[in-house]
């Protein structure tokens, strides 16, 4: 199982970044997909996500700014960020909760991280 990030890059305060992360690999269910961030100092810490379902949410601190969608049959989820600040700055990192290959339970994954900058 792969997760590959991308679309991360240095950008100015209030600019926009849109962040893609696409999963492979011998996947029989996926039930969430979602993104994580970690600032240098700083335990990782959820940004939001999207269930099987549909249901799209992201945490308060970024609510307004950031909306994350995505297709889990696709097994794709992105993460627009609009109004980035500073405080932004961080490694971004993919998860996904799924099934793969013959074993019967859900296991989480995570993609390389992709590094968010934001210059003020």
């Known amino acids: 199982v792969q997760l590959q990030a991308s679309g991360g890059g240095l950008v100015q305060a209030g600019g926009s970044l849109r962040l893609s992360c696409a999963a492979s690999?011998?996947?029989?269910?996926?039930?969430?997909m979602g993104w994580y961030r970690q600032a240098p100092g700083n335990q990782r810490e959820m940004v939001g996500g999207?269930?099987?379902?549909?249901?799209?949410n992201v945490v308060d601190s970024v609510k307004g700014r950031f909306t994350v969608s995505g297709d889990i049959a696709k097994k794709m989820v992105f993460l627009q960020m609009n109004n980035l600040k500073p405080e932004d700055t961080a490694v971004y990192y993919c998860?996904?909760?799924?099934?793969?290959?013959?074993?019967?339970?859900?296991?989480?994954?995570w993609g390389q991280g992709t590094q968010v900058t934001v210059s003020s």
């Open positions: 998860n996904a909760h799924l099934k793969a290959g013959v074993n019967i339970y859900y296991t989480s994954h």
């Open positions: 999207v269930n099987a379902a549909g249901s799209a």
């Open positions: 690999g011998n996947i029989v269910s996926i039930n969430f």
